[in-house]
């Protein structure tokens, strides 16, 4: 089943919720289809603009989730009122979940010096049963070539089901574009922030500021030195951009 989407900035942004999300996946599994799932905030939509190949990678992603409460109102102002949020670090625990249940391999792929064994330990003792078969800690850059070809051979001798790739916008979207067809894994999903969480490095945002769209303000306070720019200058790029789009709709729509 393929899902509607909403074009935001050009991207196709899916039209779904956290269940619809989960059947998605779960009918790749059990496919053996191979795609690779992004979890869009405004950061993805803005570097989108200024990468084509990125901007055409993102739209051949068997999902594009809604992960910030922006591209859900934007949706809904475009008539998709059923839209919700799918947030990334959400999302992965959902996943572990039904992972859990279906007994199905997942793979940890992200993090500083030793935060994939962090976020590996917090998901046993939240999910004893999951099968996790490895990890490997791989900062948010861009992978020299012979190390990436490593990382490939592991994972696919790893066999998962699920690459959980944390790797930071937009490292791991371009990770998954360029290495998707390289990899025996289903499903591939970059999670960003959820690996900081889990390992407890960064404090997650309470749920009433995410809902409201103020989680980017709660984690400028807790990082102001790495992400300045992205909540200051890209942000402002994005709402930009959005005026932009809503002004020409408008004009057209006249």
Known sequence: MSYVGVSILNVNVSVINYQMALSEVERWIIKKEKH????????????????KRLLEGVN???????????LVWLARLYGYKQVSRVYGPTLMEKLCTL??????????LGGASGQSQEVARALRRKFPALRIVGHRDTPARPIPSLQNQK????????????????????????WMIENRKKLGAPVLIGVG????????????????????GFEWLYRLIQEPKRLWYRYTVINATFIWLVMKELLCKKRFSI
Not at 60 to 70: F, I
Not at 196 to 206: K, T
Request: aromatic fraction near 8%; glycine fraction near 4%; charged fraction near 20%.
């Open 151 to 174: 990382i490939i051979a592991e994972v696919n001798h790893a066999r998962p089901e699920i690459v959980f790739v944390g790797l930071g916008c937009p490292n791991q979207e371009l």
């Open 36 to 51: 690779y799932v992004c979890v869009a905030a405004a950061h993805l939509m803005a570097e989108c603009q200024k990468d």
């Open 193 to 212: 922030a959820a690996f900081d969480f889990l390992s407890c490095r960064v404090r997650q945002a309470p749920e009433w500021t995410q809902n409201v």
């Open 99 to 108: 992972a859990k249940q279906q007994c199905w391999r997942v793979y940890l």
């Open 60 to 70: 051949r992603a068997g999902l594009v989730t809604p992960d910030g409460m922006p």
